[in-house]
């Protein structure tokens, strides 16, 4: 069995697999970390990125550890990850902005509609008065945001995207049989817990004062490398991609629009909290901390701190999802507003910063936590997680952003994503941190790029540290998912305009 030449922890098994021996702190040989990428991909894997998957898999109740072709150092545990446990939770591995997701709304707008740069510009214009980027910034910021008050902001946090709750924000109530999970509910498996918990914060962490703000946020997308991005579809070749498509509502040469954003201010803070009163537990107990990493903070599920952290998980990801669907309502009110007569649905919501209790090994098998931190679920059709969704006969949509240049894809499942834990990337995946990105990449090349390939944005200057060049060749994280039999592409997505945290766009 070889090692791979451009990284030599790696042992190689196929073209696009591989696995990184581990063993614990004991000296015990673990079930190795599972590689996902090509040669080319292997070779973007830094030394702390494998440190960091170390840690995990020699962590406490950690049974299984993926990297994907995606991934790179993070806090604590490797953006791009997956982990398993079926006895402990962890907050790292499921990262800071809890549930960052991903969704698509596909337009009945053919490409045409849309060539015309009058026409993206008055839709830039029209979504951006409604949906705010940047930190901090809110419904009450832009014109046309949707106005959300603190009571519904509470049922929404501990609902989420109830039938009921989505009518009050004004989105189609059946859009929520189109999310990866509506509704989260407390760690007991009711919506009472999480009611109690947010109390608490309310009356006991100081919440009371800054509540409304945090609600305000709901229809947002914030910064970073959060986007609203419309799109060309374009349907793969072969039955499985057509038939596929057509489960998903995809429509071949007409305009969709995907959206990249996640629990804003409110999943930071529950972030923020838990951190710090989990590494406070262990201090105070002398608990060591895996890999010495004040971000590999743990709980045995049961435990008090256990039940907190999933509650807290809990509220930040029900607030993702309502946000998701709020902004999607948004986008088609513009489109609406541009377009008179147009019509939109949702294609589907997914997470990739979340921890779910799933069957890792199929049906019968026993359930454990799966942690995706920058991963994506990759359920096949007939996957038990699946049963009673409108994708049971076919697998759920993979919405994988790529970067504006080389375009982003829509995926399902094969068998063979067992491998992974049910798991695919949640992109491409930086190759270069955001600092580098600024200090090397030219800005002038960067928006000429965009330019000579008709991609408008709301930016003066397209965001350097989020330039396609900082980021990992998209089609060959693609390659290494299919390769690896992982997943099939059904659609490649072709960028028209973005939306970006930026100043307005003076062409």
Not at 153 to 176: K, M, N, Q, Y
Request: proline residues 5%.
């Amino acid at each position: 069995m070889a090692t791979s030449p451009n990284n030599s922890a790696i042992h190689v098994t196929g073209e696009a697999t591989g696995f990184i021996p581990v063993t614990s702190p004991e000296g015990h040989e673990l079930k190795p970390i599972t590689v996902i990428g090509t040669d080319d991909i292997r070779g973007t894997f830094d030394e702390a990125t494998i440190r960091q998957a170390r840690t995990c898999r020699a962590a406490p109740g950690v049974t299984e550890v993926v990297l994907n072709p995606d991934a790179h150092v993070g806090y604590g545990a490797p953006i791009g990850c997956v982990m398993v446990s079926p006895t402990h939770i962890y907050p790292g591995p499921v990262g800071v902005d809890i549930k960052c997701s991903m969704s698509l709304l596909q337009l009945d707008v053919p490409e045409s509609e849309i060539r015309d740069k009058k026409t993206r510009r008055a839709l830039i214009d029209a979504i951006v008065e409604r949906t705010p980027t940047g930190a901090g910034r809110g419904s009450r910021s832009v014109r046309k945001g949707r106005r959300i008050e603190s009571d519904l902001g509470f049922e929404i946090l501990t609902r989420g995207a109830a039938a009921d709750v989505l009518e009050r924000c004004g989105v189609p109530a059946h859009w929520s049989q189109r999310c990866e999970d509506a509704t989260h509910t407390g760690h007991n498996g009711q919506t009472a817990a999480l009611e109690k918990r947010l109390t608490k914060h309310l009356d006991e962490h100081g919440w009371a004062g800054t509540f409304a703000d945090k609600v305000n946020q709901l229809g947002s997308y914030g910064g970073g490398n959060h986007f609203g991005e419309a799109e060309v579809v374009r349907i793969a070749e072969g039955e499985r991609a057509k038939s596929a498509a057509e489960a998903f509502g995809l429509r071949d040469g007409h305009v969709a629009f995907l959206s990249h954003c996640g629990s804003r201010g409110v999943g930071a803070k529950l972030a923020d909290l838990q951190f710090k009163t989990l590494g406070a537990h262990f201090a105070k107990w002398g608990i060591p901390l895996p890999g010495q990493d004040k971000h590999m903070v743990y709980a045995p599920i049961g435990s008090q701190e256990a039940n907190d952290y999933i509650d807290d998980m809990h509220l930040g990801a029900n607030f993702a999802t309502v946000n998701h669907m709020i902004i999607n309502s948004l986008v088609l009110e513009a489109f609406q507003e541009v377009i008179p007569g147009c019509t939109g649905s949702l294609v589907y919501f997914i997470s990739h910063n979340i921890a779910r209790q799933e069957h890792t090994g199929g049906a019968g098998s026993p359930m454990a936590w799966v942690h995706r931190k920058g991963a994506t679920r990759a359920f096949p059709a007939g996957h038990p997680g699946l049963v009673g969704t409108p994708f049971e006969a076919i697998g759920h949509p993979i919405l994988l952003p790529g970067n504006p240049a080389d375009g982003s894809s829509v995926m399902v499942a094969e068998e063979g994503a067992k491998l992974s834990a049910y798991s695919v990337n949640h992109g491409a995946g930086r190759r270069m941190g955001r600092k580098n990105a600024a200090r090397t990449l030219d800005q002038g090349r960067v928006d000429r790029q965009l330019a000579e390939l008709d991609i408008l944005t709301n930016c003066r200057q397209y965001p350097i540290d989020e330039a396609p060049a900082a980021y990992k060749d998209f089609n060959k994280v693609l390659d290494s998912v299919k390769l690896a039999g992982l997943a099939s592409e059904v659609a490649r997505l072709s960028a028209r305009f973005v939306i970006k945290d930026g100043s307005e766009a003076d062409d």
